[in-house]
């Protein structure tokens, strides 16, 4: 299913037991102190299974040389057995200190600055310029690296990218391989028809047709918006993740962002989102946070959620770069609750609704026109595409001159 890792050494084995209070997603849980030296999260390959590794701080609820899992990724696993043994394989990491970047040469999106080795390791074993970013208390988000010419052993970080992963200059941070899906993996086409890939082989044949016929006009929209963000734009804005609001997972495919944060993308509320961590990305509904962060979870609604939830945001983070993401939407791309994750406007629904609010106005500037006898022919066809083009003007992010003015 994944094809650019290179898992280069095991660790193991351990005894398997059932996590009393699992995360939620595909994830298996250390003691802690078991690797020492690494930073959790990291990515593992287990039994074809690329599952997210962990390690519980709390030494009384996991004891040392096991490994805790839920029921459902056991049986995935085929690990029936409660003395089971299993065995990790895991892929190197770096453990580089953080720096900042120069002013005039700042990362895109959500890049990071690594030195020639860094970078030429991660390009030549795991055929990817992608990794998994880990810091010390335990989150893990997906960056883009970048090579520079700099000091070995440092990585530059820019300002929005340390508020997210709540680090500072000098801070330790490792990087390691993040897996890439393949596009035409059996998985994918099963997710685009059900919530959760199917166990009877009736379903699962049914998902695969139905998933397969599904992909090409999926390609078709894909293309169209290649070329409407070339015309249009559409900006993309790194966002920390945080617990729905209540009631928000019943809601089909839908995240809540601050204000600020869908003006800053272009979207009005209602509009569609396309929501990317590593090489997955989903569109999403986009509705404006009616409570944006600022005081946390309250003690009810944690007491309720039913799954390990850690990770939760200090009162003072910036509640613009806050995505209230619900659980259905986090499965779809398999990430933890506490992560960063890349928001841009989706053009095409937004085009369809310009052009649907033009509709009653450009037909009754066509009928006057026709109405005059001196005008037909070319003139009203120019006439309406001038119109259009002039509709279609507020969907276009502008973009100010480069360098001093004038």
């Known amino acids: 299913m994944f094809a650019n890792v290179h898992w280069s050494?095991?660790?193991?084995?351990?005894?398997?037991?059932?996590?009393?209070?699992?995360?939620?997603?595909?994830?298996a849980t250390l003691a802690t102190g078991t690797v020492p030296g690494m930073m959790f999260p990291v990515f593992a390959y287990v039994r074809g299974q690329t599952i997210w590794l962990h390690e519980e701080h709390n030494s009384s609820v996991i004891a040392p040389g096991t490994v805790a899992m839920s029921t459902r990724l056991r049986r995935r696993l085929g690990v029936t057995a409660d003395d089971a043994l299993i065995e990790f394989h895991v892929s190197d990491q770096i453990t580089?200190?953080?720096?900042t970047p120069q002013a005039h040469d700042l990362p895109r999106?959500?890049?990071?600055?690594?030195?020639?080795?860094?970078?030429?390791?991660?390009?030549?074993?795991?055929?990817?310029?992608?990794?998994?970013?880990?810091?010390?208390?335990?989150?893990?988000?997906?960056?883009?690296?970048?090579r520079r010419r700099h000091d070995r052993g440092v990585v530059r970080v820019p300002l929005s990218l340390r508020v997210l992963?709540?680090?500072?200059?000098?801070?330790?941070?490792?990087?390691?391989?993040?897996?890439?899906?393949?596009?035409?993996?059996?998985?994918?086409a099963l997710l685009r028809i059900f919530a959760r890939v199917p166990v009877g082989e009736l379903s699962r044949r049914l998902g695969l047709v139905l998933g397969w016929l599904v992909m090409l006009p999926r390609l078709v929209d894909f293309i169209l918006e290649a070329f409407l963000r070339v015309a249009f734009r559409a900006p993309v804005l790194a966002?920390?993740?945080?617990?729905?609001?209540?009631?928000?997972?019943?809601?089909?495919?839908?995240?809540?962002?601050?204000?600020?944060?869908?003006?800053?993308?272009?979207?009005?509320p209602g509009g569609q989102v396309l929501l990317k961590w590593g090489g997955r990305q989903m569109a999403v509904r986009a509705l404006e946070d009616h409570a944006p962060h600022g005081e946390g979870l309250s003690a009810t609604v944690l007491a309720s959620v039913g799954i390990r939830y850690e990770g939760e945001l200090p009162a003072d983070f910036p509640p613009h770069l806050v995505g209230r993401v619900p659980a259905p939407v986090r499965t779809q791309l398999g990430i933890p609750p506490h992560t960063a994750v890349e928001a841009r406007r989706k053009?095409?629904?937004?085009?369809?609704?310009?052009?649907?609010?033009?509709?009653?106005?450009?037909?009754?500037?066509?009928?006057?026109?026709?109405?005059?006898?001196?005008?037909?022919?070319?003139?009203?066809?120019?006439?309406?595409?001038?119109?259009?083009?002039?509709?279609?003007?507020?969907?276009r992010m502008p973009r100010p001159p480069r360098g001093p003015w004038p």
């Open 347 to 395: 053009i095409r629904p937004a085009l369809l609704g310009q052009l649907n609010q033009l509709a009653t106005p450009l037909a009754g500037l066509v009928l006057a026109a026709v109405a005059l006898p001196d005008i037909r022919g070319w003139p009203v066809f120019v006439g309406t595409a001038i119109a259009i083009a002039f509709g279609l003007a507020p969907l």
């Open 9 to 27: 050494h095991v660790i193991g084995p351990y005894r398997v037991v059932t996590d009393p209070k699992p995360r939620g997603y595909a994830s």
């Open 239 to 268: 966002l920390r993740i945080t617990q729905a609001h209540p009631g928000d997972d019943g809601l089909a495919n839908t995240v809540r962002l601050h204000p600020a944060a869908l003006s800053a993308i272009g979207c009005k």
């Open 96 to 99: 580089l200190r953080v720096t």
């Open 165 to 188: 992963a709540q680090v500072t200059k000098g801070d330790d941070i490792q990087l390691s391989a993040q897996p890439k899906q393949r596009p035409f993996s059996t998985e994918r």
């Open 109 to 146: 999106g959500g890049g990071v600055q690594v030195d020639e080795s860094v970078y030429r390791q991660f390009l030549l074993r795991h055929r990817s310029r992608r990794a998994l970013l880990t810091t010390s208390s335990g989150l893990g988000l997906p960056v883009q690296l970048e």
